[in-house]
Nanobody, 120 residues
Framework: VQLQASGGGLVQAGGSLRLSCAAS????????MGWYRQAAGKQRDLVAT???????NYVDSVKGRFTISIDSAKNTVYLQMNNPKPEDTAVYYC???????????????WGQGTQVTVSS
């Protein structure tokens, strides 16, 4: 299973940016996907998650500004970042909870990370 993230870059505070992450490979079922971020010198923290059915969860600091969505047919998750702030600067990682066979357990897989830099 591979997760390929894209869409990172430099954005001005108050602008917008959209991250995408596609899962591919041996996927029997995909239960949920999400985004985490890791700022320099800090631990990796949850940003948002979404289930296959569309139930979402956000960290408080991004509520009302970021929107996570999923295209289950494409095994792709998106993160629409509106009104980003300098404190949102981090490497953003996508993750997916996947079963690779009918008999396997659900495991989490990670993408390579994409840098998001928000200038003030």
């Amino acid at each position: 299973v591979q997760l390929q993230a894209s869409g990172g870059g430099l954005v001005q505070a108050g602008g917008s940016l959209r991250l995408s992450c596609a899962a591919s490979g041996s996927i029997f079922s995909l239960n949920a996907m999400g985004w985490y971020r890791q700022a320099a010198g800090k631990q990796r923290d949850l940003v948002a998650t979404i289930t296959r059915g569309g139930s979402t969860n956000y960290v408080d600091s991004v509520k009302g500004r970021f929107t996570i969505s999923i295209d289950s047919a494409k095994n792709t998750v998106y993160l629409q970042m509106n009104n980003p702030k300098p404190e949102d600067t981090a490497v953003y990682y996508c993750t997916a909870w996947i079963r690779i066979t009918r008999a396997s357990i659900t495991d989490d897989y990670w993408g390579q990370g994409t840098q998001v830099t928000v200038s003030s």
